[in-house]
């Protein structure tokens, strides 16, 4: 990997963990680098989840795809909220 491809993926895991954490109702207590971090993650599941259902590749914007690693970066997190807000 180039050093193009891992400046994007920071960049599309921080679009990604920033939608998530706008889906996430209420106030999330994790930082910018947890979401950055999560951001990435689901950025990447959500590839190989829309690749497995054949939906990664097509004609116009990959709208499912983008839905599927927003919905991903969702998930975590509200468990990695959840994690931080059970410890204090």
Not at 1 to 19: C, H, K, N, P, Q
Not at 21 to 32: M, N, S, T, W, Y
Not at 75 to 86: C, K, P, V
């Amino acid at each position: 990997m180039e050093i193009s491809g891992i400046i994007s993926a920071i960049v599309i895991g921080l679009i990604i963990g920033l939608l998530g954490r706008l889906v996430v109702p209420g106030r999330q207590h994790i930082g910018i680098l947890w979401t950055l971090v999560v951001g990435i993650v689901a950025a990447l599941l959500g590839s190989a989840v829309a690749a497995g259902f054949g939906v990664a590749d097509t004609k116009g914007p990959d709208w499912i795809e983008w839905f599927i690693q927003i919905g991903l970066a969702a998930l975590g997190i509200a468990a990695l909220d959840r994690r931080t807000r059970a410890r204090r």
